[in-house]
């Protein structure tokens, strides 16, 4: 896999769209440019996935060459299905074709319904124990591995803040712990804790975009309207983009006779 280390430094630069909660940055993305060169997008992970999958299957529908697959489950996450369960469904829905070569780009978001034991054979080992931290990190590393082994590129993203103070610690906790298993792989590890704020610094369901409030997140205060999943997929936007346009010029690099 082709590392891309200024993914991570991007979200600096993304920060600056959510400094204030009246930034406007609506339809930014969908300035997203087309690949010249056959391209999947894979949007792997829970319903939070789900949602971004729908945004950026709007967002490429215009694009010949790019194939946006849907490898969500909803209610799933890494404490129910191993690491092995979700390659082996990534597997069946990007297979090879001995004519065609496709460059993949990989996002991923689990964790949202990973607040539960985790069974492997017939134990069960009880979430909050120093046993399922180490025993989730596992998972999640070796998901991070197993995708960039496969993929051009792999962008996992943390978990949103959101309404109910009960799930909250947890959540942050969950992210933190993936956040360390990503950083010792090729993957990329998108915090958008922040950034789903609003630039309000705290949880809210509206935000403010050309000047017209819109509400962001969805009644259940965890999952997002279509303008709020928007809004999540500028922090990356940039990265998709130079993920695209380099790999077209490798592409291009590769059909020239060099003398």
């Not at 259940?220 to 936007?237: K, M, N, P, R």
């Amino acid at each position: 896999m082709r590392n891309f280390p200024w993914i991570a430094a991007s979200a600096l630069a993304a920060s600056m769209f959510f400094g204030s909660a009246t930034t406007s940055v609506a339809g930014a993305i969908d300035n997203i440019p087309c690949p010249a060169s056959p391209t999947r997008l894979v949007v792997l992970g829970d319903s939070l996935a789900d949602g971004l999958w729908g945004s950026l299957y709007r967002v490429f529908a215009r694009c010949e060459d790019m194939e946006v697959i849907r490898l969500t489950q909803v209610s799933d996450g890494l404490t129910k299905s191993s690491p092995d369960i979700w390659l082996s469904r990534y597997e069946q829905a990007t297979p090879t074709q001995s004519n065609t070569t496709s460059t993949d780009i990989v996002i991923v978001q689990v964790g949202a319904n990973d607040i539960t034991f985790i069974r492997e054979g017939s134990r069960r080992t009880a979430f909050g124990t120093p046993e399922w931290t180490d025993a989730y990190a596992t998972r999640a590393k070796s998901l991070a591995s197993g995708l960039t082994d496969r993929a051009t590129a792999v962008i996992w993203f943390g978990l949103p803040i959101v309404g109910a103070s009960r799930l909250e610690p947890s959540y942050r906790e969950i992210s933190e712990l993936i956040e360390t298993a990503v950083s010792k792989t090729d993957a990329q590890y998108m915090d958008i804790h922040e950034h789903t704020s609003f630039g309000t610094g705290q949880f809210t369901m509206s935000g403010v975009i050309d000047g017209r409030r819109q509400q962001m997140r969805a009644t259940d205060q965890i999952h997002f309207t279509t303008a709020g999943y928007d809004h999540v997929l500028q922090t990356i936007f940039n990265d998709l983009g130079r993920l695209l346009t380099r790999q077209d010029r490798g592409v291009t690099l590769e059909n020239v006779d060099l003398q």
